[in-house]
Each structure stands twice: as C-alpha cells, then as structure tokens.
C-alpha cells in the first residue's frame, strides 16, 4: 500500500503563484510514476502532468504554459508549481501514483486552491 498526503492548497489572488507538494509513505519502491490531477466543481477530474522516476514527464493540454511538475525521488515527493494562476484553475488537486500506466492508482485526499478573480 502507499499512502499519499498532498499539501500547499489555499487561496490566491488571479496571477499569483502556488507551490503543491505530495509525499507519498508505504511501499514506495513500486512507484514509477506520480501525477498531479484536478478537479473543478461539477467538472470530471483531469490529468495536470505525469512524471516518471526517469524523469520524464509529460504534460496535458496547455498545462505547460504555467504549471511545472518536478520530483524527488529521493523524498518520494512530487511538487507542482503554479504560476500566474486563473479563477478556471480553481480545483481540487489531487496527487496520485502507480507502479505502471496501466496500473491501479494509489490517490490522496486533494488539496483545494482556489483562485479568487
């Protein structure tokens, strides 16, 4: 089992910046990637960005353009920094991790950012 405890939700004002972390604890050596998900108010939860423990990483959509997702393997942490963040950013964001893509995936409880107009 791994356990995944995210952290740095809050409030921000629109073009602020917010900087999320996940740990994960457990059996840990069976991660190969983790990811950040969100999800907004009466939305379906979408992918942010997905990272292995080679270092790669891929992004959805536009997520590029303001968000970076970085790792430390090292912590079993994977962080998301987010930068002149949207009110659509809004959202519930989630860390989640797997052994492989198409794996079960071990999920934290969210952390919510709200981004305020």
């Known amino acids: 089992q791994v356990q995944l405890v995210e952290s740095g939700g809050g409030l921000v004002q629109a073009g602020g910046s917010l900087r999320l972390s996940c740990t994960a604890s457990?059996?840990?050596?069976?991660?190969?990637?983790m990811a950040w998900y969100r999800q907004a108010p009466g939305k379906q939860r979408e992918l942010v960005a997905i990272t292995g423990n080679d270092g790669s990483i891929v992004y959805a959509n536009s997520m590029e353009d303001r968000f970076t997702i970085s790792r430390d393997n090292a912590k079993n942490s994977v962080y998301l920094q987010m930068n002149s963040l949207k009110p659509e950013d809004t959202a519930v964001y989630y860390c989640s991790a797997r052994e492989t893509p198409t794996s079960m995936a071990y999920w934290g409880k969210g952390t919510l950012v709200t981004v305020s107009a």
């Open positions: 457990g059996s840990t050596f069976s991660i190969r990637f």
